[in-house]
């Protein structure tokens, strides 16, 4: 059987700036063909939500296990929840059926999230609820990864989503990860380890507030 036959979406390489900056993706085409067919095509990317949860300005710290699938991962410190967007994910206006890009890609990170995360040790079946502790926003930040290091990097492009929950006690379902407790900016900056998306992240976010 052929290995990864979900579809899934992606864009062409083109929209994306090849130095990482943000482009806006509002009118960009969206493409959406089998995972399996994507991996072996860089002028496409595949669209990954990479969420990372904070709860006020501390970031949930999760190190990747063996039991995951991606090798080169294993052992890699990560702030960012990643998965593809799938097609149950997709959001269309009711009146013009013109897919909603932002309410897709927020639907995406919520769907794993809820899947893979447990807070305060109760998962509501309603979407709106992780037990007691809401998720009170998810949203884009303004850059999206870009880096062609490897094949793997050159087929995907990460969409930062900043996902705030309401209070620091949540756990994790996925054996694929140890869940490491939340840490500040500053105190992610000093860690080795951390996977090449994340540590990317952490210096822009460093820079803004920075600016601040």
């Given at each position: 059987m052929l290995k990864h036959q979900e579809h899934i979406l992606a864009m062409p390489a083109s929209t994306f700036h090849p130095e990482g900056e943000w482009a806006p993706l509002l009118g960009a085409d969206v493409i959406i063909a089998q995972r399996a067919k994507l991996e072996a095509d860089p002028s496409n990317r595949q669209l990954i939500t990479y969420a990372t949860v904070r709860c006020g300005d501390r970031y949930a710290?999760?190190?990747?296990?063996?039991a995951g699938n991606e090798a080169g991962l294993h052992g890699q410190l990560s702030i960012g929840w990643g998965w593809h967007t799938d097609l149950v994910d997709l959001v269309f206006d009711s009146d013009?059926?013109?897919l909603d890009l932002d309410a897709t890609l927020a639907r995406a990170a919520r769907r794993k999230l809820e899947k893979e995360l447990e807070l305060l040790g109760k998962l509501e079946e309603e979407l709106e609820l992780l037990g007691d502790?809401?998720?009170?926003?998810?949203?884009?930040?303004?850059?999206?990864?870009?880096f062609n290091a490897n094949a793997v990097d050159a087929v995907h492009a990460g969409i930062p989503m900043d996902v705030v929950v309401a209070t620091e006690a949540i756990s994790t379902r996925d054996p694929a990860i140890r869940f490491l407790g939340f840490k500040s900016l500053q105190e992610l900056a000093g860690l080795e380890r951390l996977e090449s998306w994340?540590?990317?992240?952490?210096d822009l976010l460093l820079a803004r507030t920075a600016k601040v």
């Open positions: 710290l999760y190190e990747r296990l063996p013009t059926g013109v502790n809401r998720i009170d926003r998810i949203r884009e930040v303004e850059w999206h990864i870009i994340s540590q990317l992240l952490v």
